[in-house]
């Protein structure tokens, strides 16, 4: 049964650490979104690449986000340092595009609470 | 001190019956319009979509449909169980693109 898996499933972390999350997406998915998740802002894309180039990081705070795709089969997203109001949840999803392929499969997502 | 988030509309519904969930949608440059269900503690789930020239789509137990002229997206789900208590959001996508922008999401209720 494939489906994306994240890590860490939560993290608490003070202000000013470095935070590194980490996604594999399904094995064969050309695309991989990052969304991050607040009960202000509800659901947000932050970056999305595909076949590992990022085409859109504009979701994404450039002085202290960064998302990497080191391979096909690990995606990173990192926030130094970390900020209280970077408390949130994180997801991962990958997909195919294909012709009529729109589904994204979403990871269970990091919890994130910044101190 | 006072807590401020996002209002989701809910609807209650008991189970059995059938559920509607409406969703109002601004950008008419999307080529798809999907439909996404949250359960607790979990990430979004696909359920169906629809691309821009169709009115309606049918999958198992749930009907989208959409009509352009009002910018406006429904999800029909029937004889509604305990199962499908979630957030349902609807999304548009662009064409060629698989960028997905939310919409802020309903939560429903399934009452036993």
């Known amino acids: 049964d494939a489906r994306v898996t994240q890590t860490p499933r939560h993290k608490v972390t003070e202000m000013g650490q470095e935070v590194t999350m980490r996604c594999q997406p399904i094995?064969?998915?050309?695309?991989v979104f990052w969304y991050r998740q607040t009960m202000m802002q509800g659901l947000e894309l932050l970056a999305y690449?595909?076949?590992?180039?990022?085409?859109?990081d504009s979701g994404m705070p450039k002085d202290r986000f960064s998302a990497e795709m080191p391979d096909a089969t690990l995606a990173t997203l990192k926030i130094q340092p970390s900020e209280p109001r970077d408390s949130a949840v994180y997801f991962c999803?990958?997909?195919?595009?294909?012709?009529?392929?729109?589904?994204?499969?979403f990871g269970p997502g990091t919890r994130l609470t910044v101190l | 001190g006072e807590s401020v988030g996002l209002h989701l509309p809910t609807l209650s519904v008991q189970e059995g019956d059938n559920s509607i969930i409406n969703c109002a949608y601004s950008n008419s440059a999307s080529d798809y319009f999907i439909w996404y269900k949250q359960e607790s503690g979990k990430g979004p789930q696909f359920i169906i979509d629809i691309r821009s020239n169709m009115d309606k789509r049918q999958g198992q137990r749930v009907t989208v449909l959409l009509n352009k002229t009002v910018k406006h997206l429904s999800l029909q789900i029937a004889a509604t169980q305990p199962g499908d208590s979630a957030v349902y959001f609807c999304?548009?996508?662009?064409?060629?693109?698989?960028?997905?922008?939310f919409g802020t999401g309903t939560k429903l209720q399934v009452i036993p």
């Open positions: 094995l064969g998915h050309n695309t």
């Open positions: 999803a990958s997909g195919l595009v294909t012709s009529g392929s729109n589904e994204q499969f």
């Open positions: 690449f595909r076949n590992r180039a990022p085409l859109d």
């Open positions: 999304a548009g996508v662009p064409w060629g693109y698989q960028k997905v922008t």
